[in-house]
């Protein structure tokens, strides 16, 4: 250690760079170049690991139990009606996005839910429109708008983003309109598709094979499985495999796509496509006719939805076909009924998730 240590100084005195190099080697034992290298990849990866993380510390995912989970869900549910029932005694025309108050609400009391109070909620609601004094005319701010208002720096935006993004729950309630009811206790075997058409392989999220499964730590396949449920009718038709909705479920909680909570992430769908071996191509907002093109050449279109005809807050569905006239045919994990039904083009478009995270909210899978 002494000569190393006398071999760093002497390059020191002479300007020689590498017999300082040298020298400090020799001078330290291999413990402690350990350590140091230890340090230094540790500072390396940091903001791998904080970016990785903010999930967790923004809710808490990795300390709190199933227990504190739900009750942070129904807390959430309860904000929602509360919002809906103060926007339902507000002049007509008003109708800002719930779940984009709530988040920045959640930002201004620092991600607590529960300290959004209910008179929080009518002053929310309250302060995201404006009513023309002489023509009567309402408008509704934007959500950049209304934080901008509240002197929102762009830290704030970005937590109130994320937020927003995880709390449009994907939740599914099974005595809903949104949910088969009335639908078979199990759909095996079967498909969808008339002769001349894209047949797929059709699995429903209330099967009675799965739809009491655990996904994640928080809530069953049948409640929250939207989203792995139309990546299994995409992997299933296109690659021939079984692939059935709980093998997809245990992929997206092993590779940190499961949103304990809500659902899943908008990433699971191109990442899950791309692990069972399918071509994506993320087509973000898409037209009309790009997405006729795509079903008509025989891909399939996953897409998540808005509150609309297909859910009350945010669903996965397929688009399997496009018929002669320009309609749309599904495969909705939630409705055998639904399923069978065409649609306008122009209700897939104007309730698609305009803000959908992963290039989203429409990826076309081919093989």
Not at 147 to 175: C, H, I, R, S, V
Not at 332 to 354: C, F, H, T
């Amino acid at each position: 250690m002494l000569k190393g240590a006398i071999k760093a100084g002497s390059g020191i005195a002479s300007g020689n760079f590498v017999a300082v190099a040298q020298g400090v080697v020799e001078a330290l034992s291999p413990k402690v170049i350990l350590i140091i290298i230890s340090i230094i990849l540790f500072i390396i990866l940091l903001p791998v690991i904080i970016i990785s993380a903010i999930p967790q510390m923004l809710f808490s995912w990795a300390t709190v139990d199933d227990a504190e989970l739900v009750a942070r869900n129904q807390h959430g549910t309860e904000l929602v009606q509360h919002y809906e029932d103060t926007i339902d005694d507000l002049p007509e025309g008003v109708n800002p996005d719930i779940y984009w108050l709530i988040s920045i609400e959640s930002v201004r009391e620092k991600q607590d839910l529960d300290e959004i109070s209910k008179r929080d909620v009518e002053n929310s609601v309250k302060n995201s429109y404006t009513i023309d004094s002489e023509t009567g005319e309402v408008y509704n701010k934007s959500p950049d708008e209304i934080m901008n208002e509240l002197g929102f720096d762009e830290e704030q935006k970005n937590w109130a983003t994320l937020m927003y993004d995880t709390l449009n729950y994907q939740y599914l309630d099974p005595n809903s309109e949104f949910a088969d009811v009335d639908g078979l206790p199990s759909y095996e075997g079967v498909m969808l598709g008339e002769s001349g058409e894209t047949q797929v392989v059709y699995y429903n999220q209330l099967d009675s094979r799965w739809s009491n499964e655990m996904y994640g730590r928080s809530s069953t396949i049948g409640a929250a499985g939207c989203g792995p449920t139309a990546l299994a009718i995409c992997v299933s038709t296109l690659t021939g495999r079984d692939v059935d909705p709980p093998a997809v479920c245990a992929w997206s909680v092993r590779n940190g796509h499961r949103c304990e909570g809500n659902g899943s992430y908008h990433s699971l769908i191109p990442e899950g496509a791309k692990h069972y071996g399918l071509k994506v191509e993320k087509l973000g907002r898409s037209s009309a006719r790009e997405l006729e093109q795509h079903l008509s050449s025989g891909k399939l279109v996953i897409a998540i939805m808005a509150k609309g005809h297909f859910t009350s807050n945010g669903h996965f569905i397929v688009l399997r076909g496009i018929t002669e006239d320009g309609k749309v045919l599904v495969a909705d994990p939630a409705s055998y009924k639904r399923s069978g039904q065409e649609w306008d083009m122009s209700i897939i478009l104007n309730e698609a998730r305009g803000d959908a995270a992963a290039d989203g909210p429409f990826w076309s899978l081919s093989r």
